[in-house]
């Protein structure tokens, strides 16, 4: 099996990169895997602004298990995948990914149980960005993640010593699982169409979740109106953000990707004042602004660098036309 980082390096090359005709091409491809991501950052933070309301009904356990199984059901309907075909290789890429998907959810509902939203997610986004500095080999992907971590670190307010210390632990395990889900995640959207990938092996975290879930909440769980919230956090947690980023890790360096992902402390924040009352300081919307600055940095630099592999392809093939 490939390491984490030669995987990494394996889809450093945006497909679209390969023989794009014509600059308009070239620019849709380059900007297509970018709004995936900001829309599936969106849907996801906001999605866990609602998982927190539903936690006094049903628990962190219970609500990480309401997501995973829920959404599990709605990708198994809609993709329909097939389990033919595969071999040993490709079953352990989903089995994987579906670990790292449970892991992360219920690591991550266990810190936000204990500390605020933006502060879990300030913690759990440490875990990509380590990922972005070990697997990167530009150095300027190396100085925006720094300056990312800094914007991470402010929005902290100083104040992450305060914290739970068994919150802030479960948030920074949670990072650690959220690294390995962008590498299996990206390996999976190459083995597999679609999002066949994603829906098995988000069948195989909820299976994991299934007995953690049970133990907590037991028959909570099968209360209407928490169904009925579950089904709201599993489709925007779950299943309209991982099937976005799947789509984008496809054409999408998964350094740069790792970079984006330091927009969600600022979307946690601002889903956290707009839906828990939880109000932003004049510090969260500096750190805000540096980690954003750092996500359309890094956004530049892979747009530019996807530029010139185009045009050298194209005079490549125009060099073997003349030949």
């Known amino acids: 099996m490939d390491s984490p980082v030669e995987d990494i390096a394996a889809v450093s090359v945006p497909e679209a990169a390969a023989a794009p005709e014509a600059p308009a091409p070239v620019k849709a491809a ?21 998982a927190v ?38 079953w352990g890429t989903v089995v994987a990914f579906g670990t790292a998907m449970a892991g992360m959810n219920i690591l991550f509902y266990q810190a936000a149980d204990r500390i605020p939203l933006g502060a879990a997610v300030t913690l759990e986004v ?59 995640s990206a390996r ?21 979740s299934l007995p953690f879930g049970i133990a907590e909440a037991g028959g909570k769980l099968l209360v209407p109106s928490t169904i009925g919230l579950g089904l709201a956090v599993a489709l925007m947690s779950s299943v309209l953000p991982y099937t976005l980023e799947l ?3 496809r054409r999408l360096p998964a350094p740069t990707f790792a970079i984006l ?46 530029a010139r592999n185009a045009r050298t392809a194209r005079k490549d093939r125009q060099a073997r036309a003349r030949n």
Request: hydrophobic share 60%.
């Open 261 to 306: 992902m330091s927009l969600e402390p600022a979307v946690a924040a601002t889903a956290g004042f707009l839906v828990l009352s939880q109000a932003l300081s004049p510090t969260d919307a500096l750190a805000i602004g540096l980690v954003i600055a750092a996500s359309m940095g890094a956004v530049r630099t892979q747009t530019a660098r996807t």
């Open 126 to 184: 440490l875990g990509p960005l380590i990922l972005s500095v070990i697997a990167s080999r530009r150095l300027m992907n190396l100085l925006w993640a720094g300056l990312a971590l800094g914007g991470v670190v402010l929005l902290g307010g100083g104040g992450l010593d305060r914290l739970d210390p068994v919150g802030a632990g479960f948030a920074l395990a949670a990072g650690a699982m959220w690294a390995a889900y962008i590498v299996f």
């Open 188 to 208: 999976t959207g190459r083995r597999f169409p679609q999002a066949d990938g994603l829906a098995l092996a988000m069948a195989f975290g909820a299976v994991l």
């Open 247 to 249: 789509l984008a890790l």
């Open 53 to 90: 309301l539903l936690m006094p009904r049903a628990g962190a356990l219970g609500v990480v298990t309401l997501r995973l199984v829920l959404a599990a059901a709605v990708l198994l309907i809609v993709c329909r995948p097939k389990v033919r075909g595969y071999g040993r290789a490709d």
């Open 30 to 50: 380059r900007l297509g895997p970018v709004a995936l991501v900001v829309a599936g950052g969106l849907s996801v933070q906001f999605g866990s602004a609602v």
